[in-house]
């Protein structure tokens, strides 16, 4: 009868209490535990046991990482006509998904779930911009490149009036963000397999300072300046911020990037794109012009 109410009592024979490990944590309450963590520990997690792989399939983990509008984000998934049925996926393999770049606009522009907080980013390339004077190879030239997200950007030889403007009408989630300009000055390319950095034509950005612009169709507005003079790296030159107060509701932002002083030439820049990024996140290096 002892032996019976040792068993009753969870015991091994001899009086021994087997030992509880993670592997014996119930799947739901390793669910909860995935909600506090970012996608890249809930992955590492998953590669633990049965309990934490079981958990990170589960749809309500992925559905708490992905923004309220990810139904809306993935009809540009539809739109690029990728293979798959969107009925047949998972929070989690939308979450995948929506990490990675999502191209539109012709692939000039493409957006992503930054992975570790599943908050949008975007990036437009050069050719989503207006650029004075762009169709003329006296003043511009589109260089390939593998610095570039779009493998390409535009390089000023020479111009008198230099001014870049561009335009997003976009569903962002509700959330603050900043917009920048990605600007290296001198011309950068590689040489037997070596970045060299050309300065050659670098010239007129001395003389005065280039002003940024931004402003959005619910009345908010940015305006700052600052001289380009630090060549040889890409940059990201902050323009301003912006609120989106809905995901429901598309935002249009207009932006530009100028320096129009006519009295002197200017050139030697590469403009490769413009990336908007949660406030906060800098994954490079952010120059702040003057307000």
């Known amino acids: 009868m002892g032996a019976g109410a040792s068993d ?48 990170a399939a589960a749809d309500f983990v992925w559905d708490a990482k992905l923004p309220e509008n990810y139904g809306h984000l993935l009809r ?19 979450f995948a998904r929506l990490v990675k770049p999502v191209p539109f606009d012709g692939g000039r522009r493409e957006f992503w779930l930054e992975k570790s907080n599943g908050e949008i980013c975007m990036a437009l390339s050069s050719k989503a911009l207006v650029i004075t004077g762009i169709d003329d190879r006296r003043y511009w030239v589109n260089m390939p490149t593998s610095e570039s997200r779009f493998q390409s950007f535009a390089y000023l030889q020479q ?7 561009g335009e997003v009408d976009f569903s962002f989630p509700a959330g603050t963000y900043s917009l920048y300009f990605r600007l290296h000055l001198g011309k950068s390319s590689t040489r037997y397999g070596r970045r060299i950095c050309s300065s050659e034509q670098i010239h007129g950005w001395d003389k005065k300072p280039v002003r940024f612009q931004l402003s959005t169709s619910d009345g908010q507005h940015a305006v700052s300046q600052c001289y380009l003079d630090e060549p040889g790296s890409w940059i ?56």
């Open 159 to 165: 111009i008198w009036w230099f001014e870049v403007v």
């Open 76 to 94: 540009f998934v539809d739109e690029a006509k990728e293979v798959g049925s969107r009925s047949e996926m998972g929070k989690k393999d939308i």
């Open 8 to 55: 009753l009592a969870g015991m091994e024979p001899g009086g021994k209490v087997p030992r509880a490990g993670l592997g014996d944590l119930p799947e739901l309450c390793a669910a909860e535990v995935l909600l506090y963590l970012d996608a890249p520990d809930i992955c590492r997690l998953a590669r633990l046991n049965r309990a934490f792989r079981g958990a």
């Open 236 to 291: 990201l030159y902050h323009v301003g911020d912006f609120v989106a107060s809905s995901s429901e509701q598309a935002i249009k932002l207009k932006f530009s990037l100028a320096q129009i002083d006519c009295t002197h030439t200017k050139g030697g820049l590469c403009v490769d794109s413009v990336l908007i990024y949660p406030k906060g996140f800098e994954p490079e290096r952010v120059i702040r012009a003057q307000k």
